[in-house]
């Protein structure tokens, strides 16, 4: 009995034993794994404080941002209203210069109607023109023609007058020639006429 009693509490020591050792490997692993994870843990707490100081200083610059472009939207807005307020005063503007227009217009589509029935009078006036033109034109060729016709009888006549002048001249040269003969026999007549009543003279005496 003390035998078998001294081999199962040896039994039990050892396998008490190798339990021990068991839970202390055991509690050694769960060290390191609890180590690692601290370490794991602080990185972890690190990264996260790291990021959250980028994201602070992140929503700090789009807060910066946001700000710059609240001012951005209000002078947007700010220019949109006088914009707006600029284009109902363009807007009234432009009706009335449009009215203005529109009453120019109907003044010079009445002076172009009236222009248009003043180029159509024209337009007959100067076809009825344009007739009489052409009867003139007729007219003158039927002067010209006669005035040709007359300059030609013109210069023949102008010839024979030319022919007739040469004609009166050589009429001229013989009359010259017998007017110097008359005249010449004239004077023998009145010497023979002398002598004659000298004779007789000269008879009555004797």
């Known amino acids: 009995m003390l035998t078998f009693s001294s081999c199962v509490s040896k039994k039990k020591f050892t396998e008490m034993q190798s339990g021990r050792l068991k839970a202390e490997e055991q509690v050694m692993k769960l060290t390191d794994e609890n180590n690692y994870k601290d370490s794991r843990i602080e990185a972890l707490i690190s990264d996260f404080e790291n990021m959250k100081n980028e994201l602070l200083e992140s929503n700090a610059i789009k807060d910066q941002y946001i700000d710059s472009l609240n001012n951005e939207m209000f002078a947007v807005r700010e220019t949109l209203a006088r914009q707006k307020e600029s ?3 363009t807007s ?23 222009l248009n029935a003043r180029i159509e009078s024209l337009d ?8 009489l033109i052409d009867d003139k034109n007729l007219q003158l060729q039927v002067l ?7 300059q030609g009888e013109k210069e023949r006549a102008e010839q024979q007058g030319v022919e007739l002048q040469e004609k009166l001249n050589q009429v001229q040269d013989e009359i010259k020639k017998l007017n110097a003969v008359i005249s010449e026999k004239d004077q023998t007549i009145t010497r023979l006429q002398n002598n004659v009543n000298l004779l007789k003279r000269e008879l009555g005496r004797n």
Do not use: A, H, P
């Not at 007959?124 to 007739?131: A, M, T």
């Not at 010209?144 to 007359?150: A, E, I, Q, T």
């Open 92 to 114: 009234f503007n432009y009706g009335f210069e449009r009215q203005r227009m529109i009453e120019e217009l109907k003044v010079k589509d009445n002076t172009i109607s009236s």
């Open 144 to 150: 010209g023609d006669r005035l040709n016709s007359l």
């Open 124 to 131: 007959k006036e100067i076809s009825r023109q344009s007739s």
């Open 87 to 89: 284009l109902q005063q």
